[in-house]
């Protein structure tokens, strides 16, 4: 374009992690929940809130695209979080 100024070094922005990077980030982070989610007592295993854990740990974030996959494991660590406060009062 003819009046466009060119970019200053400094402003670049740093480089974004590549694909494969934050794939693999996010797998751990879904391992690390899944373990949390079957380290509850079996109490927490008869909750309702465990099958629903479980489907956002797997099908749910199978299914979603990769950029969906952060806020569904949010999602999913929300839910464990609850579950290991109510298994913790009974």
């Keep these: 374009m003819p009046n466009r ?12 992690p590549r694909f494969r990077e934050r794939y693999d980030e996010l797998e751990a982070y879904r391992l690390a929940l899944v373990t949390r989610l079957t380290s509850l007592s079996e109490t927490g295993h008869r909750h309702p809130g465990y099958k629903r854990a ?3 740990l797997n099908d749910t974030f199978r299914k979603a695209k990769l950029a969906q996959r952060l ?4 999602a999913a660590a929300w839910l464990i979080d609850v579950l290991e406060k109510l298994t ?3």
């Excluded at 100024?5 to 974004?16: H, I, L, Q, V, Y």
């Excluded at 806020?71 to 949010?74: E, K, M, N, S, T």
């Design 88 to 90: 913790a009062i009974t």
């Design 54 to 56: 479980l489907k956002l």
């Design 5 to 16: 100024k060119p970019e200053a070094p400094s402003a670049k922005s740093p480089p974004r």
């Design 71 to 74: 806020a569904v494991l949010q």
